[in-house]
């Protein structure tokens, strides 16, 4: 744990500083689009999805065929504009599934209330990552949202909306796994929180990348 901790810090001094200000800033949209001939368990309804679908795989994989980033939606749910409007609800699994659409917290979302439905076994959390900030369009970007799973005494990742139908790992723990998604996305993790869920939490400590 103690070496996971030491490598993302060196890592995190080690990346150089995204250009804040860049016309082209980091997102946390889709680095490819959706892929249709993905093969996935259909389902008619979210319902159905429930009583048809077994594992984190078969999530994925209708992620990975479906889901669109919904860009506006990111800009609304920003730190700047939240700042002074009234806050946004995360979208319902139900819905979700039916419009397909949204941004990383609304994928996390679909994702943990799925998987604690069809197998609760394998304990998905809430993974909150705090990158350095980012403007875009004048709005701070800062928070991206993915979900872990545990099999086999490892821990996996999944619905990332920078990668969708991608499940990654497996890793020993999660900061092993954080200094490794630095490393993809180049740019520098902060601090990252484990949730029960995606709503505020009061009494959650961040676990900081660096001392």
Known sequence: ????????????????????????????????????TVVFTAAASYHHALEVWKTPEDISAWIAANFSYDMPRAMRLSETQRAGNEPLSIHAPSDFFDTKAGVCVDLSRFAVETLRRIDPQHDPKYLMIEFAPVHAGGN??????????????????????????????????????????????????VAFRELDSYQKQRRTRAVQTRR
């Open 140 to 189: 701070v970007l800062r928070l991206h949202w993915l979900v872990s799973f545990k099999r086999d005494g490892r821990v996996y990742f999944f619905a990332d909306s920078k990668r969708p139908g991608h499940i990654a790992g497996p890793y020993h723990d999660t900061p092993e796994f954080i200094a490794d998604y630095a490393r993809y996305r180049g740019r520098p993790i």
């Open 1 to 36: 744990m103690r070496r996971a901790h030491v490598l993302a810090a060196l890592l995190f001094l080690a990346t150089p500083p995204a250009d804040l200000h860049s016309a082209e800033p980091p997102s946390d949209a889709p680095e490819y689009p959706r892929d249709p």
